[in-house]
T-cell receptor
Framework: ETGVTQTPRHLVMGMTNKKSLKCEQHLGHNAMYWYKQSAKKPLELMFVYSLEERVENNSVPSRFSPECPNSSHLFLHLHTLQPEDSALYLC????????????FGSGTRLTVV | GESVGLHLPTLSVQEGDNSIINCAYSNSASDYFIWYKQESGKGPQFIIDIRSNMDKRQGQRVTVLLNKTVKHLSLQIAATQPGDSAVYFCAENILSGGSYIPTFGRGTSLIVHP
């Protein structure tokens, strides 16, 4: 375990469903991130939260909605997704908004049918 | 636009050989680089890093070389073992507005044959 826990590990959802991905870290980090990893493409940064405040949103469609209720938890709410949204969604955290001490979770494998 | 890329998508080696994974970057403003290892079913894990004021850094069985002249980064793994089989990513980090913005490469799949 890396200290960053993601649930569920696997998720299959229909295009009309609403689901949420959860990320939890107990490393005392202040920054948390959502990434999308698709086959044969680089990791894509989706959202950045620093001290529970969203500081970056990389032109992500509104069908992805992040939530950071406290510095230990991060959610990604999903609704009306498309098949091309199928990917591995990775959460990461770091002591502050920097690459030092970057720690990734194991990801949620999402399949949209 | 700026990008980080890897020359080879797949590298196959025999156990015990040395492995070299390459990475090209194009943003001369990048000042911090990280190599990650991603095993099947896991997230990327930190292997080794290097700052732009260095040209070489060594860890346990791994060495990272940085050539700023040609904007090239490499990861050398000595005496490669089956447990080294994974996808390896390089990431460049640019300091922007007081925060680092990482950009990841596509990844190279390393396959180690026993």
């Amino acid at each position: 375990e890396t200290g960053v826990t993601q649930t569920p590990r696997h998720l299959v959802m229909g295009m009309t469903n609403k689901k949420s991905l959860k990320c939890e870290q107990h490393l005392g980090h202040n920054a948390m991130y959502w990434y999308k990893q698709s086959a044969k493409k680089p990791l894509e940064l989706m959202f950045v939260y620093s001290l529970e405040e969203r500081v970056e949103n990389n032109s992500v469609p509104s069908r992805f909605s992040p939530e950071c209720p406290n510095s230990s938890h991060l959610f990604l709410h999903l609704h009306t997704l498309q098949p091309e949204d199928s990917a591995l969604y990775l959460c990461a955290s770091s002591p502050k908004q920097s690459p030092y001490g970057y720690t990734f979770g194991s990801g949620t494998r999402l399949t949209v049918v | 636009g700026e990008s980080v890329g890897l020359h080879l998508p797949t590298l196959s080696v025999q156990e015990g050989d040395n492995s070299i994974i390459n990475c090209a970057y194009s943003n001369s403003a990048s000042d911090y680089f990280i190599w990650y290892k991603q095993e099947s079913g896991k997230g990327p894990q930190f292997i080794i890093d290097i700052r732009s004021n260095m040209d070489k850094r060594q860890g346990q069985r791994v060495t990272v070389l940085l050539n700023k002249t040609v904007k090239h980064l490499s990861l050398q793994i000595a005496a490669t073992q089956p447990g080294d089989s994974a996808v390896y990513f390089c990431a460049e980090n640019i300091l922007s507005g007081g925060s680092y913005i990482p950009t990841f490469g596509r990844g190279t799949s390393l396959i180690v044959h026993p």
